[in-house]
Structures are given as C-alpha cells and as structure tokens.
C-alpha cells in the first residue's frame, strides 16, 4: 500500500463533509511515517509466522544477530514480536530492517519513512545519511551502530 484510502486522507487534509475515517491496519505504519515526516523517524512494520520449530529458531537467531549489533533494545522488541518498530535513528532502522529482511524467513518487515514505502523510503534514508555507504557490508559493521 503506497497511499492512504481517500476519506483519511481528506480528513486529515481538512476537506470534505467527512468526520471519521476508517484506517486499514497497513495504513497505520503508512499513517505515523508521514506525520513525523519532518522528525527523521523510521517505521518498521513487522509480521510473525505461527510459531513452530523453524520459525523459533529464526527468530532466535535473528534476536542474537541484532544484539551481536549492539541493537540490544531492537532485538528485545524483536524477541517479544512487537508489530511496529519506531526508529529515530535512520541508519540503525536500516540495520535492522536489512537483517530481518535478509537473515530471518520467520519474520516479514516492511519500511516506512516519511510517508514513502519500501526502495522508495531506503532509497529517502539513504539520502538523508550524513555519508553515503561506501562499500555493500556497512550495513554490518558494528561501528556504524554504536
């Protein structure tokens, strides 16, 4: 989903005759990614599989991985399948997002960053980094997240 149904978007706008909208559930990390737009704040959406063996053991290796990372607080909220990660630091969003995205199969991850989606909002993050990365594996240097 790359735009918010059309009654949210003319209510919150202040158009129309409207005074309630409904928001879809994919709308709400969509919704809270614009309206800190101006605040550099990431949005990571998470989804979990029912639980079995494989899917616990990804998770649990995705929890070490983070921490490993120096993610301690991203891995606890990860470990305690929070649906919604809010992130005010871009370059430790992208961490996080590129290790569930990459490393788990237990876990699905969508990002969010000033109402953008997806490449769209990495490729904003990207831009807004002080330095752009200069080799593939800065996402997983240690250093860059301390």
């Known amino acids: 989903m790359n735009a918010l149904n059309d009654n949210l978007a003319t209510l919150l706008a ?3 005759t409207k005074n309630v909208a409904r928001i879809d559930q994919g709308e709400i990390p969509l919704l809270l ?3 800190l737009a101006g605040q550099e704040r990431v949005v990571l959406s ?3 599989p029912d639980v079995d063996d494989r899917n616990h053991k990804s998770l ?3 929890v070490q991985q983070l921490a490993s990372h120096g993610l301690k607080d991203s891995a606890a909220h990860v470990d305690a399948q929070a649906p919604y990660l809010l992130f005010n630091d871009l370059r430790k969003a992208l961490v ?5 995205q990459h490393d788990s199969v237990a876990i699905g991850v969508s990002l969010y960053y ?6 769209a909002a990495e490729h904003a993050i990207l831009q807004r980094l002080p330095q752009a990365p200069s080799h593939p594996g800065w996402l997983s240097q ?3 997240v301390a």
């Open 14 to 16: 202040g158009q129309g």
């Open 33 to 35: 990614s614009q309206l």
């Open 46 to 48: 998470l989804t979990y």
């Open 60 to 62: 649990a290796s995705l």
């Open 96 to 100: 996080v997002y590129h290790e569930i």
């Open 114 to 119: 000033a109402g953008l989606t997806g490449a």
């Open 142 to 144: 240690p250093a860059i």
